[in-house]
């Protein structure tokens, strides 16, 4: 598929690493698999070739090049059909270290940075804990600052390159009685003590290690920390995109792979006096796929585009993962089906695509965790914002129809919570009713909103309310004013909220 989206230097790149690729990684795929390991030197070798940190600065040893470059590196790993290849530095360059290179300090870049990039560190990030997957807010695991070190207990799941890696962003909890507000990311050493791993046995990715990890009194020094103790929450939110992104052009290219084997087979394998690709259900079900793959390239290419532009869209973003995500274990299944009994052993390449794509709806965001994002922002009005870093900074986005930005509203400023009462009447006016109750609690006073009629109204009332939000009487106003975001005071720890976290999320249709 032609695309404008690459340029020459992009495809003399593509050239490059897929030659190196096909002599370096392709042949020994099967014997890697059989040893449920890939060789640390792969890596070095890659880093070598300049092929690791393409986008990372080159003060840290990266190239500096722009998205598209990582683009390419994902479409040429997917291609491998071997899943558990393309996670080790999927996770390593794009899901756990960027934590380091967006927010982490400049000693942590300078231990930490190099080795990835010259491919003599291998990286994870620890988020899931066998009582809390995709709920990130609700771990577990504590980090308890006893001087100039943290004390580290509790243990984590599902863990790619927990094993055999070098060392772990490790997400914890600073604050127990703070929710999201309380989680930190923590950068802690694999061979650290009272780190332990067990190695998990899996369906697929074969050649990769997946671990479930173990901390008991570990002792990390505070300069471990990734930027603010209490922004982990929020680093991890805006983090999760890029994880999500670089999956999407993998599975695109995975497909093209598995329909491009299956057409060779078809093209060879006889049944009833001709080849099977003349029988016209098979060709049919061909040309559905290709077409629908072909759209989702596309589309992937768009939302890579949008990421490139520094927009920070996570619509679009869910939506590439759960459907490509998706699609590919489709895809596998149909393909697999034309290799007959053949496709379900495992010396034809269908057996490993169709162990392999199974996890693409799991990993990184459930296929339930998309629709749910996706729900809260069309049917919601729910909005997210990135979080703003020294490191690629989001541009600007123009209005829908093409024009700049308009000029903030003129702010307003109220000194207590009744003469704020019209004001906020006004704008709860401009949105459907919330279908539920919500108190604002500044301490002395109390601003109360009933939305289970049918229309908004405030009242100073000190009711029970479905969800409660404790919140600075400044903050509010800034929050009226467009100049904080909620998700983000949430996440900041500037709102505190007890009730029903979902009323919560509603706010971001009363102050978006």
């Not at 390419?72 to 530095?89: D, P, Y």
């Not at 807010?137 to 055999?164: C, L, M, P, W």
């Amino acid at each position: 598929m032609k695309s404008n989206h690459f340029t020459e230097e992009h495809e003399m790149f593509r050239e490059s690493l897929r030659a190196f690729l096909d002599k370096e990684a392709r042949p020994y795929i099967d014997q890697w698999e059989e040893e449920r390991r890939t060789p640390r030197d792969i890596w070095k070798k890659m880093g070598e070739q300049g092929y690791l940190g393409l986008g990372y600065p080159e003060e840290y040893g990266g190239s500096g090049l722009d998205f598209f470059y990582d683009v390419v590196f994902n479409e040429e790993i997917g291609r491998l059909n071997s899943g558990g290849f393309a996670i080790t530095q999927q996770v390593t360059q794009y899901m756990s270290s960027p934590y380091i290179l967006k927010y982490g300090s400049e000693e942590l870049k300078q231990k930490y940075l190099p080795g990835i990039i010259s491919g003599d560190l291998v990286s994870c990030i620890a988020i899931s804990e066998p009582g809390a997957g995709s709920d990130a807010a609700n771990i577990q695991t504590r980090a308890v600052r006893e001087g100039d070190h943290y004390i580290v207990n509790g243990s984590k799941t599902f863990i790619t390159n927990g094993v055999y890696g070098d060392f772990i962003i490790t997400v914890v909890k600073t604050d127990p009685e703070a929710g999201s507000a309380g989680v930190s990311m923590l950068v802690i050493d694999r061979n650290a003590e009272g780190v332990t791993a067990t190695k998990l046995k899996k369906l697929g990715w074969h050649c990769s290690d997946t671990a479930e990890l173990s901390f008991a009194d570990v002792k990390v020094p505070a300069s471990n920390l990734i930027g603010q103790e209490g922004q982990g929450f929020y680093y991890l939110m805006n983090g999760l995109q890029l994880e999500r992104l670089c999956a999407v052009p993998a599975a695109v290219s995975a497909m093209e792979n598995a329909i491009e084997v299956s057409l060779q087979y078809m093209s060879e394998r006889q049944a009833f006096g001709r080849p099977i690709n003349k029988f016209q259900v098979l060709r049919h079900r061909i040309a559905q796929m290709s077409a629908e793959v072909t759209a989702l390239k596309a589309f992937s290419y768009y939302c890579c585009q949008l990421y490139a532009d520094g927009v920070y869209d996570v619509k679009q973003c869910s939506m590439a993962k759960l459907l490509v995500t998706e699609k590919a274990e489709e895809v596998a299944t149909k393909c697999l089906q034309f290799f007959g009994g053949y496709g379900f052993m495992e010396d034809y390449p269908l057996a490993r695509m169709y162990r392999d794509v199974r996890v693409g709806t799991i990993g990184g965001g459930s296929s339930e965790i998309m629709r749910e994002i996706i729900a809260k922002i069309v049917i919601d009005s729910v909005g997210y914002k990135s979080a703003q870093t020294d490191y690629a900074p989001p541009k600007a986005k123009k209005a829908s129809n093409g024009s700049a930005p308009a000029a903030p509203a003129k702010e307003e400023s109220v000194g207590s919570a009744a003469e704020m009462l019209s004001v906020i009447q006004s704008q709860v006016e401009k949105v459907s009713a919330l279908g539920n109750t919500v108190k604002f609690n500044f301490g002395a006073e109390q601003l109360f909103i009933d939305g289970t009629g049918a229309a908004n109204t405030v009242s100073t009332d000190d009711s029970d309310a479905d969800c409660t939000v404790s919140v600075s009487f400044d903050d509010f106003q800034a929050l009226m004013q467009g100049k904080l975001n909620p998700m983000n005071a949430v996440m900041s720890g500037q709102m505190q909220i007890d009730g029903d976290m979902g009323v919560a999320m509603k706010l971001q249709s009363l102050f978006g």
